[in-house]
């Protein structure tokens, strides 16, 4: 094993585990999805605090703030018991990062300008850590020249921005303005605790995923193939891309949308995944999650017909290991090889076994058996086994799999490149 392997087995923190954000939430439609972000942010280990600006509580309920973030949720300047519980000067510095989402044209126009006027401005301005913002508005207020110098402002004193997007907007408007979903949002925050304001983490990084089954062809209209829909795989693609990473997604055939930004080589049998990959290399990733078949059948140039007698009987012969061929020792050697284990029994020992069998460095071993749901559903269990021991995963919606595991390897090339500087 060389010294990079061995820094990326070493298990780091991720990227945002004990981060300690200060979450303003302005009065924007937008602010419905708070009680989301909230959710995800602790999902990875942060710690939130809010506050909530009187026109965000027409939109969402301070009550749901505290549940979700396990403290108070703070709104009022003048209130006595909060300034003794917790004065503004002390909420706006006891936090690695404040940010403001939604942010809307108000709470930005009062930033630009140095108001005060409320908690949240106040916080703003008392604030000797680093801002964030998720801009939320109405296309003609964000095209709005007083909107776009005040964004300038806000970004000469190095205010970061994440978003907007463009689509449809909830006045019934279409264009920019909509405010970045909340998996860019949580990529932005990774991206600025690993210390790369304007790059991602794994922008200089190249990463192959697999995903989706393969089809085996017997003859024209048959073929075997394994069940797979693609959904985890390809959320994998678009973490790693969503991160900065250049993403190869070699799938078999799925109905799932490709990702964005992920370049993908569309592929039916093993063994034309396995060309697709090798042709892939060289990366410094790779995340093997395709439900390839184990087995190719002799494939008849015409459909087979029944004739009235015995069933035919195939010829099966065996495809290549994938992963395992991926993982082998040499100079295309990915730094980091993550496999997939569908187990229906003895989840995590055959994991294990697998892990050291294919040689690869992490593997997520998920339960696959018919009472879990796996298999097309929207959810994961998920247990990641490295060199270190196996950490269990609550269950989590396939795409937060994809983002922590994302954030994982971030942080062990974060960790990585520290220990080589
Ligand atoms: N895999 C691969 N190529 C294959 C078979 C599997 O790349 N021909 C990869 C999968 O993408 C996954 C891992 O190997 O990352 C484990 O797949 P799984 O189906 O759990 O294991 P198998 O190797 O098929 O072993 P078994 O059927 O004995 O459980």
Known sequence: MNTIMRDLTA????????????????????????????????????????????????????????????????????????????????????????????????????????????????ALLATDKPVMIAPSMNVMMWTHPATQANLQTLQTRDVRIVGPGAGDLACGEVGDG???????????????????????????????????????????????????????????????????ADVTLVSGPVTEADPDGVKVVRVETAKQMMKACKDALPAQIVVCAAAVADWAADTREAKIKKDGGAAPTLKLSENPDILATLAQKGPLRPDLVIGFAAETENLVENAKAKRARKNCDWLVANDVSQ????????????????????????????????????ERIAAAFNHQSQHQS
Request: proline letters at 6%; glycine letters at 8%.
């Open 11 to 122: 298990g780091p923190t991720p990227l945002l585990e004990n981060k300690r954000i200060l979450l303003i939430v302005a009065g924007g439609i937008a602010a419905v999805k708070a009680p989301d972000l909230i959710r995800r942010l602790r999902e990875r280990g942060a710690q939130v605090r809010c506050i909530l600006t009187k026109g965000g509580a027409n939109f969402v309920t301070p009550l749901t703030l505290a549940s979700l973030s396990g403290e108070k949720c703070y709104q009022d300047l003048f209130s006595l018991t909060d300034e003794s519980e917790m004065g503004h000067i002390r909420l706006s510095r006891e936090a690695d990062i404040l940010l403001v989402a939604p942010a809307t044209a108000d709470i930005m126009a009062k930033m630009a300008h140095g108001m005060a006027d409320d908690l949240a401005t106040t």
């Open 178 to 244: 909509r405010m970045a979903e909340v998996p860019e949002i949580i990529a932005a925050l990774a991206r600025f605790f690993a210390k790369a304001p304007n790059r991602g983490p794994l922008s200089s990084l190249k990463a192959l995923v697999t995903s989706g089954p393969t089809h085996e062809p017997i003859d024209p209209v048959r073929y075997i193939g394994n069940r797979s829909s693609g959904k985890q795989g390809h959320a994998i693609a678009a973490a790693l891309a969503e991160l900065g």
């Open 371 to 406: 009472m879990s749901g796996t298999f097309g559903g929207d959810s994961n269990t998920v247990h990641l086994v490295t060199a270190d021991g196996v950490e269990s995963w609550p269950t989590l919606k396939k795409r937060a799999v994809a983002e922590r595991l994302a």
